[in-house]
């Protein structure tokens, strides 16, 4: 029988990709997992996420390796970059000779897969869905492009499904389940895993020190891509809308990469907010390591996600429910329905920056915050790295030496 070879694919270098991607070949060397894993990624993932490749290079004896499989992520349109993922997919599968290829990012190869991308090989193909909307409607404010835009994403991800070299789906949201009709493929769901790591005390106290936060100011922070679709804007407008006394007690740091096109008018707006309130803004446009990140939540007090109509999971609220800090953010998908549903903080109408201020307000003023730190303790600790590990790999490994064997 031969070895199963699990290819990773992945084209995009931020955000989560290199999380989730390190967090795989932890899982596969802790535990010395069969066959081989190759991580097929863009050249931009490669050179961002040196941490991946010193994995890999000091644990050849796994069975582990990286290729570089393009320059850069596909640009364009999205029908566009859709059909450069699948064609790139289908040259790597052809070089690779994997048994099974896990997409990390399903949607833009779904519809490559539902006009009938076929590989000369037996190959199985699974991927991670990030951002199903079709069951997320707009309620009282749905509209006839909503409902068109709803149905044909719905129809798009069925007629993937019914690719014959798709075996399974994981997904971050367990409520798209119920409305995914297939025939074939398994449906499972993802927990978006974080690695739950205790912050030193002296780290949180260096870093409020040099955010100047005493005990007279709380800190809010304001984590991860700083663009449009994130809301940076809306909460920059929000926080000259707060009564005097509340931005006298307010920090907020506001840290992590702006996309090209919003840098401008981020640093503008930043600077507007500075001459227009009384509110402490740190500012920091850079790459953020994940060596950071713990003392970074542990210095917060609270957590802003004011995202734009923003669908899929978010690895910045479990951090935030592992740090036990509480979240203003976006009521809408499903960020806004593990909010309510586990009392990790307030969702609130993220597009009106006088929502956001509201509900700063309420924080600020020591009003009612729905949070509360034991369900937030669950929520997190039911989300983590070696969880999300698990559940692709004890899956896929399985699958592919059937699909060998067959």
Not at 237 to 264: C, I, K, N, W, Y
Request: hydrophobic residues 45%; glycine residues 6%; contains cysteine.
């Amino acid at each position: 029988m031969t070895r199963p070879h699990l290819v990773v694919f992945d084209l995009y270098a931020g955000g989560h990709h290199g999380q989730y991607v390190r967090q795989l070949l932890e899982y596969w060397i802790a535990h010395r997992m069969p066959g081989r894993l190759t991580v097929a990624a863009s050249q931009e993932f490669l050179d961002l996420h040196s941490d991946v490749i010193d994995l890999a290079s000091r644990t050849s004896a796994t069975g582990i390796a990286c290729q570089s499989i393009c320059a850069a992520a596909p640009t364009g349109g999205l029908a566009r970059r859709a059909l450069v993922h699948g064609r790139l997919l289908k040259r790597t599968i052809g070089s690779l000779a994997p048994t099974h290829v896990l997409c990390m990012y399903m949607d833009h190869v779904q519809l490559s897969l539902a006009l009938g991308l076929r590989l000369r090989r037996a190959v199985s193909i699974s991927g991670i869905y990030f951002r199903p909307t079709f069951h997320y409607a707009r309620d009282a404010d749905a509209i006839l492009k909503d409902t068109v835009t709803r149905v044909r994403k719905r129809l798009l991800l069925q007629a993937a499904l019914a690719n014959p070299h798709v075996t399974h789906l994981f997904s971050l949201d367990p409520y798209v389940i119920p409305y995914v009709k297939t025939r074939q493929a398994r449906l499972i769901t993802l927990p978006d895993g974080v690695t739950p790591i205790g912050a030193a005390p002296d780290s949180v106290v260096a870093l409020r020190t040099r955010w100047e936060a005493g005990s007279r100011r709380r800190v809010a922070l304001f984590f991860g891509s700083l663009s449009a679709r994130k809301g940076i804007f809306q909460m920059l407008e929000a926080l000259t809308m707060l009564p005097e006394s509340h931005q006298r007690q307010l920090v907020v740091v506001v840290l992590g990469r702006s996309a090209p096109h919003d840098h401008a008018r981020l640093a503008t707006q930043v600077a507007a907010c500075r001459q227009r309130s009384r509110v402490h803004v740190i500012y920091e446009d850079r790459y953020v390591s994940e060596a950071e990140l713990p003392s970074l939540f542990a210095s917060a007090d609270l957590v802003l996600m004011p995202y734009q109509r923003h669908v899929g999971s978010s690895g910045v609220l479990v951090r935030a429910a592992q740090a036990g800090i509480p979240v203003l953010a976006s009521d809408y998908g499903l960020v806004g329905q593990y909010v309510r549903e586990h009392e990790l903080g307030l969702a609130t109408n993220a597009t009106r920056p006088c929502s956001l201020a509201q509900g700063l307000s309420v924080w600020l003023g020591n009003g009612p915050f729905p949070f509360d730190p034991v369900r937030a303790a669950a929520f997190g600790a039911a989300r983590t790295a070696e969880r999300f590990s698990q559940t692709i790999l004890e899956i896929l490994l399985p699958a592919a030496v059937s699909k060998e064997e067959r």
